[in-house]
């Protein structure tokens, strides 16, 4: 495999950006003094659903940079996004989930290391398809599946359902 080196140095860039930002992300909804409009892009609460802002906008704000620096000739450039982002959210959800059935609880040293290991993750995918000569997806569909992620996270932050997935765990009984 041959390595595209301005890809390759975005990916790395992207990695820590993502990791960089994602954190910050963590915190920054209550150093804001609990403000609505900064909660639409960070945790508000414990919840998984809530941690998924915390990979999903480092990584779409990166993938605007990207955008702007190489995807425009890139042909399916949206739909490698698209399953960049998914995939990170999808480690996320089933990772967490799968580990916490096995130990029976969640650890903090744990649920830091799948956030870093799913932007990695979704950033190797996203490389990989990248470098590739071909790649057809349909960018307006792609563009479509990210917005609609993207407002579900929004929508469900402040109106989510009652499921496990929106739950926050310090609230629970």
């Known amino acids: 495999m041959k390595i ?24 920054t909804y ?7 409009l900064v909660g639409l892009f960070s945790v508000v609460n414990e919840s998984t659903w809530e941690h998924l802002k915390l990979a999903v906008f480092p990584l779409f704000f990166f993938s605007l940079i990207e955008y702007f620096s190489l995807g425009r000739s890139k042909k399916g450039f949206w739909s490698i996004k698209a399953v960049e982002i998914y995939l990170a959210c999808f ?9 916490k059935a096995i130990l029976g609880r969640n650890y903090l040293f744990l649920d830091i290391g799948l956030f870093v290991f799913s932007v990695i993750m979704a950033k ?42 929106f739950k926050d765990p310090r609230k629970q009984p």
Request: hydrophobic share 55%; net charge positive.
């Open 4 to 27: 595209n080196k301005k890809i390759f140095n975005l990916t790395i860039l992207g990695i820590f950006w993502g990791i960089f930002l994602g954190s910050f992300f963590h915190f």
């Open 30 to 36: 209550k150093l804001s003094g609990n403000c609505s």
């Open 91 to 99: 480690l996320i959800v089933t990772i967490f989930y799968g580990y």
């Open 124 to 165: 190797i995918v996203s490389y990989r398809l990248l470098i590739k000569k071909k790649f057809s997806g349909d960018d307006r569909l792609a563009i479509i599946l990210i917005f609609v992620l993207i407002f579900a996270l929004f929508f469900f932050t402040f109106s989510p359902p009652q499921l496990f997935l």
